[in-house]
């Protein structure tokens, strides 16, 4: 215990506290001088919150020595190209460590952490919704400050968006594991930036829980004003929040997106790299620039709430549909950020796999670029009953629709890779080809969103809420659960257990199928979202039965791969060779990967994905004594 | 060359199946909700070719998946790899381009569609539409009636102008399909032509509040006949009450107070006003107050100050009336019994 | 090509950089009190941001051939260079965000500022971006004492900058009824846009100010010199990159449009 108060997470969450009174204590102390009121409902006023919120995350960046390093540059201070670890065995990942590839277990961890979470706030309100009528979140209940109605909207908004946070890390943990070992990279090109993108996001999922007991906000993880201008203070948390995320996004699509174009090996051209490096590339450029839109977003309704800058307030001349273009500039894309790297691990698993190489391997790393570019011009379709000028509404359809064409291609690719392929079923497989399946539904379900008309019906109903659970799924959580299966020996030298592992894939999927088929079809019956309560009439009860039940199944699911992944890492079976027959340049050196990843710089000497073809090599590990090129 | 003929058959005997099975299961031809408005029904002309593509591009997937999965699977201690080949260039151009052209086509049926369910009648009867947290109120200009029960004429197209005093609000009806947002500071406007006579449901469809599930108000589609006794009755009943408890009453329903507080004895997002005069009221704070026109008055002009045991945190917005405005209310209040 | 030109052709490119800027900007200025042309401005300031990027921020050098030692300083430094690129591509994002903003709520409308006041601000802060120039070009030719007296001169002119912004701009604004007092701005989305505009513009000059004075500090500890001189170069894209979004916003809140 003494050693886990020691550790830089420990550390940095204490200063966090310090850092939130400090801020609160500064706004509240001034307050008191201009005599203002110093309290509220929640202790402090809003300013003084948000303050604090904002001087907790500085003092535990600063406090847990994620920023140590570049203020000894500022002071013209020296330091180490790279520190070694000082800890060993869990205490290294929760110290500050500049190494990748324990930042990507750390993401990775993290990530599952914000999952559990969010599933259990997703099954505190599937069992309400369990049947009409208010069972447990009842108007008479209370809690943090808010009766069952405003709790449910508070953890239904919350839901949303710590999933958010979560796929985000957990894209960065897989990004930040892999990338650099595929490219031959020591690192990755800004070590210190990647840790600093990881600790950040640390307090930032603090920040989002305070909300919950901050009074919650209840608008939906889209915040939009009015409504999130006139919400409790738990908003204000909400936006620190989901801001400090956003940089973790953005600096870390930063270090990817350097890293690729500056730390390859030799002989590594464009077309030769691996596909998944690809998608990494697509993801980093949308996370890069349009997260920023988000951020901005947010901001102006903090400042509208701080200081009364009328943004978005109608009766001060704002306009709220503003708000709603500069949020889903980014929250559009964002979809892309979540699901291309899935699609990347899709890619890159199908040829090992199918024993084949993988089919149209140009189309596919164009049609991520493609889905990339097409994802920055579509966020309007999220707004075809907002009241926004009519004129853009066709535009905007076409170029939804041009997103089909793409996707299209990685469909039709990844069917011609596995065709004639010699395929075996092991979990990671099963993942990948649930994948597909999930993700060809949510993608199948994506046009009639588009045509305007239809989409006028379909808008705010469970069949939204279906169509993008089975895009994130399909292009997020499966591919994620095969990539962690995949590259877990690689990581560990062990392997998870195969059993448990077809268990948690044959519990959730089918359970997931349900669960969207489910929604989608009360969707189209008249199911709005958001909602606490259905009226009785609708006859949605039996439904909304089996929606919660398969809910259950699937949080179960998890708990079994949650089980699975930690028990693994001590007593799985031990694998430290190729296990999957992959030739990837990471696959070709002993598990789990040498601290400094490779001993001896490898060249790229062929085609990454020539599966069956006679004496052919992707890499050629050179000797020790030639030095290393690019 | 086997293979792709048993794929191609199963393609479009699965193509089939599916969109048999989603007709069966009510949201192929016809998404389920009947069709009660003339939009409604181009709406679904639009829904059932996405179905039909639907069901076609799922077997395009999902059959040679499925036939590769079984077929191509590896038998026990076979070692060798897949058969090589990398690519086929003119095959990924005709599923580029293939897609574009349906895209194309989706794209101007969709268009078409929306210019069918946008056609303006010129002789639409214009409604006010008035949302807030967390009722609708319906405004007939041209006969001097507010209502919150939505009233229509069939077959006659409506424009409703839709007004939020608040925040964002979202104006559905499931069986007329096309839904609207209602956003402060603006006036939006939805045209339905309602075509079937029934008691329907509006549903607000953007999140609004605590009680954003129970914002729900009537709306019912009357014969042209049904219609024109409702506006008489309407009329006679403003014209009758022009006592205090008329105007009272008409004013709670204008200010939408009633979106949240009964008037029967059931429990929503505020108390019932319900035999409420001169009853002791429990206060949030646990202390009891005797509701009378000094009460009354207080919780509507500055609802926080009178919070009610079980109500709390009031979402309640003070309400700017005048004195005789309340005065009306109060005696409004006074005949629930 | 910095290294390439010798330090006087450097120089001199400099002074010539300044005069085209400083004749483009009287222009815009020019424009805006005469006939009024949004198209003009648009194209003025976008002359005048590549005259920046290229010239000033030296943008060419992403493309930058270099040794192929992964561990070298050069190399090392063309890694840098493309992360802080990458960066000022993401913080472009918020300003182009902020710019919609103002178009959406303002439109062809302008707050009522003190136009003297604006040009003098503008000129102060391009006259710091020339002297930024003159010592990166001498830090890049090893002249370590003019760097730090040509960095000093550019951070008074970034101070004097932000206080003419923060302290007489804001205050001015607020005479003018863009807020009816602090924490009060009642006047609309005038007061909040343009507030919210030059608030997160100073914020980066603010920031540029800190970088410059590290950069100040270091050269002071000997710790550049015409090979490795990173820092100073970073500082100064940094500080062309404020001036390069200011070339945006001071025609967007000072020139364009009609007052109300």
Redesign the interface.
């Known amino acids: 215990m003494k050693r886990f108060f020691s550790t830089a997470l420990a550390r940095g969450l204490a200063w966090q506290l310090i850092g939130t009174l400090v801020g609160a204590g500064l706004v509240t102390g001034l307050r008191a001088l201009m005599g203002l009121s110093i309290t509220d409902k929640f202790f402090f006023t809003e300013p003084a919150w948000v303050l604090g919120a904002f001087f907790g995350v500085l003092f535990f960046l600063a406090g847990n020595g994620s920023v140590t390093d570049w203020f000894k540059w500022a002071r013209g201070m020296d330091t180490p190209e790279h520190h070694a670890d000082h800890y060993s065995g869990w205490e290294k990942y929760l110290n500050v460590s500049l190494d990748h590839k324990v930042i990507g277990i750390q993401y990775t961890v993290t990530a599952l952490a914000l999952i559990s979470i969010g599933g259990l706030f997703a099954l505190i309100f599937r069992t309400e919704l369990a049947q009409s009528q208010l069972q447990f979140l009842t108007v008479d209940m209370k809690l943090f400050g808010q009766n069952g109605p405003q709790l449910y909207n508070t953890l239904m908004s919350l839901h949303g968006m710590i999933m958010i946070v979560s796929i985000l890390l957990g894209v960065a943990g897989i990004m930040n594991y892999v990338v650099p070992l595929m490219l031959g990279a020591q690192d990755m090109a800004f070590p210190r930036l990647n840790a600093f993108s990881f600790w950040i996001a640390v307090p930032a999922a603090v920040l989002l829980l305070m909300s919950l007991v901050l009074g919650g906000f209840g608008t939906g993880w889209t915040g939009y004003p009015p409504l999130s201008a006139r919400a409790p203070v738990g908003v204000q948390m909400f936006f620190l929040g989901v801001i400090s995320a956003g940089w973790s996004s953005i600096l870390g699509a930063l270090n990817v997106i350097a890293t690729v174009i500056r730390m390859r090996a030799k002989g590594m051209t464009a077309f030769r790299m691996p596909i998944f490096v690809w998608a990494a590339v697509a993801t980093s450029i949308i996370a890069l620039t349009a997260t920023q839109l988000i951020g901005l977003s947010f901001q102006l309704v903090m400042f509208q709430r701080l200081f009364g800058m009328g943004f978005f307030d109608p009766a001060k001349g704002g306009n709220p549909v503003l708000f709603q273009h500069l949020f889903w500039f980014y929250s559009h894309p964002a979809v892309y950020v979540f699901i291309l790297p899935g699609l990347g691990v899709i890619s890159e698993l199908l040829p090992v796999f199918a024993r084949k190489p993988l089919f149209g391997y140009r189309w596919i790393a164009m049609s991520s670029m493609g889905i990339a570019l097409v994802g920055f011009l579509v966020w309007a379709h999220h707004m075809f009953t907002s009241g926004m000028n009519e004129y853009l509404r066709v535009p905007f359809m076409y170029s939804t629709l041009l997103v089909a064409i793409p996707t299209g291609v990685k469909f039709f690719s990844w069917v011609a890779t596995i065709w004639k392929g010699k395929l075996t079923y092991p979990t990671p497989m099963l993942f990948v080809l649930g994948g597909i399946v999930v993700f060809l539904l949510g993608g199948l379900t994506g046009p009639p969103n588009a045509a305007i008309s239809v989409d006028l019906h379909l808008h705010d109903t469970y069949f939204i809420v279906g169509h993008f659970h089975d895009t994130i799924f399909g292009g997020f959580v499966f591919p994620f659960f095969a990539a962690l299966y995949y590259w877990f020996p690689k990581a560990t030298g062990r392997r998870m257990n195969e059993t448990l592992g077809k268990l948690h894939f044959w519990l959730m999927t089918p359970s997931f199928f349900v669960l969207t088929f489910g929604m989608m079809q009360i969707g189209l019956l008249g199911m709005r979202r958001r909602i606490v309560d259905y009226d009785p009439a609708l006859g949605f009860d039996s439904t909304h039965l089996v929606l919660t039940i398969a809910g259950y199944l699937i949080g179960l699911s998890v708990l079994i791969f949650i089980y699975n992944f930690f028990n693994s890492i001590k007593n799985g079976e031990k694998a430290e060779g190729n296990v999957w027959n992959s030739r990837s340049p990471e696959w070709q050196v002993p598990s789990p990967m040498p601290v400094h990843n490779y001993d001896q710089p490898f060249e790229v000497v062929g085609e990454p994905y020539d599966y069956g073809l006679p004496g052919s090599k992707y890499v050629e590990f050179s000797s020790p004594a030639k030095s290393r090129h690019k | 060359m086997r293979h792709f003929v048993i794929v191609g058959i199963l393609v479009i005997v699965m193509a089939i199946l599916t969109y048999v099975g989603l007709d069966v299961a009510g949201v192929a031809t016809q998404m389920h909700p009947i069709q009660a408005s003339l939009q409604s029904v181009s709406i679904d002309w639009m829904w059932n070719w996405e179905i039909i593509a639907i069901a076609f591009l799922f077997a395009l997937i999902i059959v040679p998946m499925a036939y590769s999965m079984i077929v191509f699977r590896r038998k026990k201690g076979d070692t060798s790899e897949g058969e090589h080949f990398e690519g086929n260039t003119p095959l990924e151009i005709v599923w580029t381009v293939l897609p574009l052209f349906a895209v194309l086509v989706l794209g101007y049926m969709g268009a078409y569609s929306l210019g069918e369910i946008r056609r303006v009648d010129p002789n639409a009867i214009t409604i006010k539409v008035k949302a807030q947290q967390f009722a609708w109120t319906f405004e007939y200009p041209e006969y001097g009636i507010v209502s919150n029960e939505l009233h229509l004429p069939v077959d006659q197209q409506v424009v409703l102008k839709m007004e939020s005093s608040d925040v964002i609000h979202s104006f559905w009806v499931p069986e007329f399909r096309v839904k609207q947002d209602v956003v402060p500071g603006r006036v939006t406007e939805y045209r339905i032509t309602p075509i079937l006579v029934g008691a329907y449901k509006v549903r607000c469809a953007e999140l609004c509040g605590a009680s954003h599930a129970y914002m729900e108000n009537g709306v019912i589609v009357d014969t042209k006949a049904d219609y024109d006794a409702w506006i008489a009755e309407q009329q006679a009943i403003a014209a009758a009450n022009q006592t205090p408890e008329g105007r009272g009453k008409l004013l709670t329903v204008k200010n939408g107070c009633v979106g949240c507080h009964s008037v029967d004895g059931t429990k929503m997002t505020g108390p019932t006003w319900f035999g409420l005069f001169g009853s002791t009221v429990e206060l949030a704070d646990g202390t009891s107050v005797l509701a009378d026109e000094a009460f009354i008055s207080e919780s509507i002009l500055d609802p926080k100050a009178g919070e009610v045991a079980g109500f709390s945190p009031t979402t309640m917005p003070p309400y700017t009336l005048t004195e005789a405005e309340i005065a009306n209310i109060i005696a409004y209040i006074k005949t629930l019994k | 090509m910095s290294h390439t030109q010798d330090k006087s052709a450097a120089l001199r490119q400099g002074v010539l950089i300044f005069v085209y800027l400083a004749a483009l900007t009287a222009l815009e200025y020019f424009v805006a009190v005469t006939f009024k042309a949004v198209s003009i401005l648009v194209i003025v300031a976008m002359i005048k941001a590549a005259l920046v990027m290229y010239y000033y921020m030296h943008i060419y050098k992403l493309n930058a051939e270099s040794e ?3 561990h070298s300083y050069e ?1 090392k430094t ?2 840098n260079r ?2 802080l690129w ?2 000022l ?3 472009s ?2 300003f182009a ?2 710019m ?2 103002r178009i ?2 303002l439109g062809l409308t302008r707050p009522p500022l003190n136009q003297l006041l604006g040009l003098a601000v503008t000129a102060v802060l391009l006259l710091s971006s020339f002297f930024m120039n003159r010592g990166e070009t001498a830090m890049a030719h090893g002249d370590k004492k003019s760097f730090m007296n040509n960095t000093l001169v550019t951070f008074v002119l970034g101070l004097g900058f932000l206080l003419g912004v923060v302290l007489v701009e804001w205050r001015l604004a607020a005479e003018e009824g863009l807020i009816a007092s ?5 006047a ?6 343009f ?2 505009m030059t608030g997160m513009h100073a914020l980066h000059v603010f920031t540029g100010l800190i970088f410059l004075f ?1 950069v100040w ?2 050269a002071r ?1 000997d ?1 550049y010199s015409a090979e490795k001189h990173w ?1 100073v170069e970073a500082a100064t894209v940094y500080w062309h990159f404020v001036d390069l979004v200011w070339i945006f916003f001071y025609p967007a809140l000072y020139l364009i449009g009609r007052l109300v």
């Open positions: 192929d030692d992964e190399y063309g890694t493309l992360g990458l960066f591509l993401s913080d994002f918020v965000g902020l919609t903003t959406n709520l602090f924490g009060n701005p009642a609309g989305p005038m007061g909040a846009v507030y919210m590290v500090n270091n500890k710790l820092g």
